[in-house]
């Protein structure tokens, strides 16, 4: 609820480090969007002005 309440904050990518799951909140017209990323499927999913990351590159070299 921190980040959401900051008011030029667009987007909020928390990363799990028990699970292979990745979460985007993303602020569109002043309302809060969830996207959970549960599968390397999912990739790439990230773009976020000049910068895109796939959803294996978050868990690069991690066993679960």
Not at 6 to 20: E, F, G, M, N, W
Not at 37 to 54: M, N, S, Y
């Amino acid at each position: 609820m921190f980040y959401k309440a900051l008011p030029t904050l667009q987007h909020i990518v928390p990363a799990y480090s028990d699970q292979r799951r990745v979460e985007h909140y993303l602020r569109e017209d002043g309302e809060w969007r969830f996207e959970p990323r549960v599968a390397a499927k999912d990739a790439p999913w990230l773009k976020i002005l000049a910068f895109q990351i796939g959803f294996e590159d978050v868990y690069f070299d991690l066993a679960f």
